[in-house]
Antibody, heavy 117, light 110 residues
Framework: EVQLVESGGGLIQPGGSLRLSCAAS????????MSWVRQAPGKGLEWVSL???????YYADSVKGRFTISRDNSKNTLYLQMNSLRAEDTAVYYC???????????WGQGTLVTVSS | IVMTQTPLSSPVTLGQPASISCRSS???????????LSWLHQRPGQPPRLLIY???NRFSGVPDRFSGSGAGTDFTLKISRVEAEDVGVYYC????????FGQGTKVEIK
């Protein structure tokens, strides 16, 4: 069974850093392309970042240069390193597994990041 | 690419059909010939789930009362007979050029 479990969220001051983790089971992270999607409170979905099986990474303009997506193959875990956090980064962050023709087919339950002083 | 959904809110009657439209600011036909337009559904307090991919293909486990259609820049999600579990917010999403979502359509029971 495919499972994705996010962790690492919390309250952080503006300008701070946080690393989110997404532990996967039931499949191999490095053989799939994986995404992070976020949802601000009461708002819609926003794609954040993507990593392909070959290692290529992509980012939304709103986080480019501040966020870094990566994975640890030995731990079968996806990460999102978030630096220079802003109030507008406050959101639930979801990780998702993509299949070749089915983006965002499997989702975790999300982890809440609150950026506030 | 900007994705625009209509309506933003849709009161529906149980057992009746419902329809949501999604328009993209430019064609979603990829250079490989495919159109990467998906639909997702999010119930309150839950993560979204994929319903439809590449315009009209139902994802695993999705009931056949959900169907997708369209081409180019105009797409539609239809629910043939709305059930109580279908309430929530529906999003269209394109992955042809970067990834963008529509603003969401809230479906609620009258």
């Amino acid at each position: 069974e495919v499972q994705l479990v996010e962790s690492g969220g919390g309250l952080i001051q503006p300008g701070g850093s946080l690393r989110l983790s997404c532990a996967a089971s039931g499949f191999t992270v490095s053989n799939n392309y994986m995404s992070w999607v976020r949802q601000a409170p009461g708002k819609g979905l926003e794609w954040v970042s993507l990593i392909y099986s070959g290692g290529s990474t992509y980012y939304a303009d709103s986080v480019k240069g501040r966020f870094t997506i990566s994975r640890d193959n030995s731990k079968n875990t996806l990460y999102l390193q978030m630096n220079s956090l802003r109030a507008e980064d406050t959101a639930v962050y979801y990780c998702a597994r993509n299949l070749p023709v089915t983006p965002l087919g499997y989702w975790g339950q999300g982890t809440l990041v609150t950026v506030s002083s | 690419i900007v994705m625009t959904q209509t309506p933003l809110s849709s009161p529906v009657t149980l057992g009746q059909p419902a329809s949501i439209s999604c328009r993209s600011s430019q064609s979603l036909v990829h250079s490989d010939g495919n159109t990467y337009l998906s639909w997702l559904h999010q119930r309150p307090g839950q993560p979204p789930r994929l319903l439809i991919y590449q315009i009209s293909n139902r994802f695993s486990g999705v009931p056949d009362r959900f169907s997708g259609s369209g081409a180019g820049t105009d797409f539609t999600l239809k629910i043939s007979r709305v059930e109580a579990e279908d309430v929530g917010v529906y999003y269209c999403m394109q992955t042809t050029q970067s990834w963008t979502f529509g603003q969401g359509t809230k479906v609620e029971i009258k």
